[in-house]
């Protein structure tokens, strides 16, 4: 890739990176009733799917809002996994703390709305920020792969 197509696609990271993050903390900042009117609306819409996994009856709201915490961070993983690609190798220590970081944050923003901190979230979203990252490795890898047996 050159230099400015690099370019371009770390603006367009950045950018989503920016978007995320205020996605993940605009929530943060709902309170509590309006936080579970909004899961209790997803889960009804998501139940059906879910129920394929978890078998009928046993989607909770609980397990909705869990899994809402990995998917979030899940993508902030990717996105923080691609920028490092993009950036060098080196980067990727800063990246991983800045997930580490942001699932701090993002518990603590809660504090403030009266929804309280889970020490259980954290270590959620962080679990889903390394299922992002290794998502995002894993096609890099196969990529990198098919490219090498294609110049063969």
């Known amino acids: 890739?050159?230099?400015?197509?690099?370019?371009?696609?770390?603006?367009?990271?950045?950018?989503?990176?920016?978007?995320?993050?205020?996605?993940?903390?605009s929530q943060s900042l709902i309170g509590?009733?309006?936080s579970r009117a909004e899961s209790e609306s997803v889960m009804n819409?998501?139940?059906?799917l879910l129920e394929i996994f978890v078998g009928?009856?046993?989607?909770?709201?609980?397990?909705?809002?869990k899994l809402a915490h990995m998917t979030e961070f899940a993508v902030l993983g990717a996105e923080l996994t691609l920028l490092a690609l993009l950036l060098g190798?080196?980067?990727?220590?800063?990246?991983a703390l800045a997930g580490v970081l942001a699932a701090l944050s993002d518990e603590t923003?809660?504090?403030?709305t009266g929804r309280g901190s889970d020490?259980?979230?954290?270590w959620i979203d962080i679990g889903g920020a390394v299922i992002g990252t290794l998502?995002?490795?894993?096609?890099?890898?196969?990529?990198?792969?098919?490219?090498?047996r294609t110049k063969e």
């Open 1 to 25: 890739m050159s230099k400015k197509t690099v370019q371009k696609w770390i603006i367009a990271v950045l950018v989503l990176l920016g978007l995320t993050l205020l996605f993940i903390f």
């Open 32 to 34: 509590k009733e309006d």
């Open 45 to 48: 819409f998501i139940k059906p």
């Open 56 to 65: 009928k009856g046993n989607v909770t709201l609980f397990l909705v809002r």
């Open 89 to 95: 190798k080196k980067t990727a220590g800063f990246f």
């Open 109 to 112: 923003i809660q504090r403030f």
């Open 119 to 122: 020490l259980a979230d954290v």
């Open 135 to 148: 998502l995002v490795l894993a096609v890099f890898l196969i990529v990198r792969l098919i490219r090498r």
